[in-house]
């Protein structure tokens, strides 16, 4: 949740029930269809937008298929086609955590009103631009089950910034711009990657008690099925039974 432990991240995802999944998909669907029109090509060797859209998408399973025909639809579409935006949306979460949202909408006016609702109803409150952005930086992050030492080797020597052991295996972080370059190296090394893509880290957590925590969470949930959302982040270091 505060970023600096993709794992749970990940397989919280996957385990998403099937109503959870579908609408899963359609973010990631929506976000490389968006990407595709912003890059101005369906080649992610030539848009990076695309290229890191289509990475998200994988690490939450969407199926190939839909990926491809999510990108040529967006090639074929013409005048009149769904023209969605990029807007970020700050605010605070119980126990005074951070909390950065970033969406893709065709009608900001109905975006901000349904996130400021959630806050609402849900203990938290909508901050002003810039409020906890800065406590937020862009970062790759990729995940792999190898914590070997030529593992962590190959990562360095492509651009890795920091590494992280854990029982569950190395998580690995990069610069936005050499995610792949540190991806490619791996993969050609012979290293399974469980997981690659841009992410927003914490500059410093805040850790929660238990009672906040799910509060937390609950927010967290209602912002992440509102449709106009793609991520939420928090800079919340949740209890180990959360």
């Keep these: 949740m505060a970023g600096h432990s993709k794992w749970s991240q990940i397989k919280r995802k996957k385990g998403a029930n099937d109503s959870k999944r579908s609408a899963m998909y359609s ?8 990407a595709v029109r912003s890059g101005g090509t369906g080649d992610p060797a030539g848009n990076l937008s695309l290229k890191n859209a289509i990475a998200a998408a994988k690490a939450a399973t969407v199926p190939v298929d839909n990926i491809d025909n999510a990108i040529k639809r967006a090639v074929g579409a013409g ?14 979460g119980p126990g005074g955590t951070a909390i950065f949202i970033e969406t893709l909408t065709d009608n900001v006016n109905r975006t901000v009103a349904d996130i400021r609702a959630v806050f609402n109803k849900r203990g938290g409150s909508l901050g002003t631009s810039g409020s906890v952005a800065w406590q937020f930086e862009k970062k790759g992050v990729l ?7 030529q593992a962590q080797e190959t990562a360095i020597e492509h ?14 972080s990069t610069g936005p711009a050499d995610l792949y370059a540190v991806q490619d190296a791996l993969t050609a090394a012979g290293f399974a990657i469980e997981s690659a893509q841009i992410t927003m880290i914490p500059s410093n957590t805040v850790a929660v008690g238990s009672d906040d925590a ?26 180990d039974e959360e």
């Design 79 to 92: 005048e009149g086609a769904a023209d969605y935006k990029e807007q970020t949306y700050e605010g605070y």
């Design 143 to 149: 995940l792999l089950t190898d914590t070997s030492e």
């Design 214 to 239: 799910k509060k937390l969470m609950t927010l967290i949930d209602a912002l992440e099925d509102l449709d106009d959302v793609q991520n939420v982040y928090s800079n919340a270091d949740l209890p």
């Design 27 to 34: 973010k990631h669907i929506r976000a490389i269809q968006a």
């Design 159 to 172: 651009g890795a910034e920091d590494i992280q052991e854990s029982e569950e295996g190395l998580e690995i």
